[in-house]
């Protein structure tokens, strides 16, 4: 089942015969409503541009006779350990980057948009890489922290002003970008997207350039490491994890903030059957501190 739904500033209203037979009418007016909007969105905000969802599985190949395996098993790091594997999920995260360069925001996406611009926007958390909330007109991003800071053993990390923190939490990555897991330089994808498409990785140019120079100095050369995708597989810990849990923190108290009691603060959480235990304890948390100010948790993971 398709859903179009038109949110104006100056006309909020949706046909409710046909809303309230999709069983969509509370939602609608939920949203349309709200003081503050927290999103927590899946893969299925964008199947209609075309990206595929990786919980689907996988029909069996001629070299596959009888498997039957689910792509998401590509994005485990466990079986990443294997070489095959990790050749596969290189051509998959090149595909996926091809087509997410290609594709068009979704009516969802420019409806996270517009409520940014009704000023209703207080966070989308999500787990999609392919970056569509970006096309879309949200700021994404992890803000960089200064980790070895004084403070941050004092006070925890300390993070930038809100409005320099991007509307936009992806929670797994990009599949725009590639870094060095050892001075974590960042590279894109685009430029690198050759050898993506063909299952190798690329090397760190900065640390063959850091070796070379100890060579000419008469030093020990460095091991020189291979690039690796900026995605958070399952079962891996995530790099910035502290860093989104301080914005986790943040948007909880400003949900449960007494000053800002007045109006009615939503969760949202669209395209997603919280398969990923993360994701999942990620909307619990949120669910808890809107109930607990009477606000409204919206659930809809209708097709
Ligand atoms: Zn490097």
Redesign the pocket.
């Given at each position: 089942m398709s859903l179009r739904v038109e949110i104006c500033a100056e006309d909020t209203s949706a046909d409710p015969a046909i809303l309230n037979t999709l069983g969509y009418k509370n939602t609608i007016n939920a949203i349309v409503s709200a003081r503050k909007i927290i999103v927590v969105c899946g893969a299925g905000i964008s199947t209609h541009a075309g990206i595929p969802c990786f919980s689907d599985e996988t029909k069996p190949t001629d070299g596959q006779k009888g498997s039957r395996r689910r792509n998401r098993d590509l994005f485990d790091a466990a079986l990443l350990r294997e070489p095959e594997m990790m050749s596969e999920f290189l051509k998959c995260i090149g595909n996926l980057h091809v087509l997410a360069q290609k594709a068009a925001p979704t009516p969802f996406h420019r409806v996270l948009q517009l409520l940014d611009d009704r000023t209703q926007l207080l966070r989308v958390y999500t787990p999609n890489v392919d970056g569509l909330e970006e096309k879309g007109g949200l700021t994404i991003g992890i803000p960089a922290v200064n980790k070895f800071s004084k403070q941050r053993y004092a006070k925890g990390i300390q993070l930038p002003p809100a409005t320099e923190i991007p509307r936009c939490i992806p929670l797994h990555g990009s599949c725009r970008k590639l870094h060095?897991p050892?001075?974590h330089?960042v590279y894109n994808m685009d430029a690198n997207i050759h050898f993506i498409l063909g299952g190798t990785l690329p090397i760190?140019t900065?640390?063959s350039d850091r070796s070379a120079s100890r060579v000419q100095s008469g030093k020990h050369p460095l091991g020189i490491?291979t690039l690796r995708p900026s995605i958070t597989l399952y079962s891996e810990e995530h790099e910035q994890g502290e860093i989104i849990s301080e914005i986790v923190g943040g948007d909880l108290r400003e949900v449960s903030a007494p000053s800002q009691s007045k109006g009615t603060v939503i969760l949202l959480v669209a395209g997603t059957r919280l398969g990923v235990a993360g994701t999942k304890s990620l909307v619990k948390e949120m669910a808890k501190a809107v109930k607990a100010r009477n606000g409204t948790h919206a659930r809809d993971n209708k097709k």
């Open positions: 060095c050892i001075c330089h760190c900065k640390c490491p």
